[in-house]
């Protein structure tokens, strides 16, 4: 499982929001991200941060953290 945790629009600045989240939610201390590309058609094409890859229970709880310091998050499967 993966806390999906923003979408941006260029791979070259999920580094750097990744490293602002993992500043501001201790939760993500150590945890690896990928990103996953999605096509939202005229939208254009975003990149879901995600990271992981973990347990759910895992996924549950660090989502939940940040969740309660204001921000927002799902859990995605694999």
Same mark, same amino acid.
């Given at each position: !499982?993966? &806390? +999906? $945790?923003? %979408?941006?629009? @260029? =791979?070259?600045?999920?580094?750097?929001?990744?490293?602002? $989240?993992?500043?501001?939610?201790?939760?993500? %201390?150590?945890? +690896? !991200? #990928? =990103?996953?590309?999605?096509? $939202?058609?005229?939208?254009? =094409?975003? !990149? #879901? /941060?995600?990271?992981?890859?973990? @347990?759910?229970? @895992?996924? =549950? %709880? /660090?989502?939940?953290? /940040?969740?309660?310091?204001?921000? @927002?998050? $799902? &859990?995605? %499967?694999?």
């Amino acid at each position: !499982y993966y &806390v +999906q $945790l923003a %979408s941006v629009k @260029s =791979t070259a600045g999920a580094a750097g929001e990744y490293k602002k $989240l993992q500043a501001k939610y201790t939760g993500l %201390s150590g945890v +690896q !991200y #990928r =990103t996953q590309e999605a096509n $939202l058609g005229a939208k254009g =094409t975003f !990149y #879901r /941060i995600q990271a992981g890859p973990m @347990s759910k229970d @895992s996924a =549950t %709880s /660090i989502c939940g953290g /940040i969740k309660a310091k204001g921000g @927002s998050c $799902l &859990v995605a %499967s694999k």
